[in-house]
């Protein structure tokens, strides 16, 4: 698998992990204030720029992590 294919996959899957879970805090502080399950767009785009955030951040880890652990040969650089 390319480098750039698997570190895509890691960091989908942290950033929609850490997404979700910013987006449920969120929500939980909202139901302890006002006692209702009220969404508000507001903290679905503040879930969505966690994510984007987080997976940009993570691609480039993950990236390079993988190009570090490949062995010498198997490199495709095109």
Not at 35 to 59: C, E
Request: glycine share 8%; net charge positive.
């Amino acid at each position: 698998m390319t480098p750039n294919l698997k570190a895509c996959g890691h960091a989908l899957v942290t950033a929609l992990v850490n997404a979700a879970l910013a987006v449920v805090l969120m929500l939980l502080v909202e139901f302890a204030i006002s006692g209702s399950f009220q969404i508000p767009a507001t903290y679905l785009w503040a879930g969505f720029l966690i994510g984007a955030v987080i997976f940009v951040g993570q691609f480039l880890r993950q990236r390079h992590l993988c190009r570090t652990s490949e062995p010498p040969g198997n490199s495709q650089h095109h």
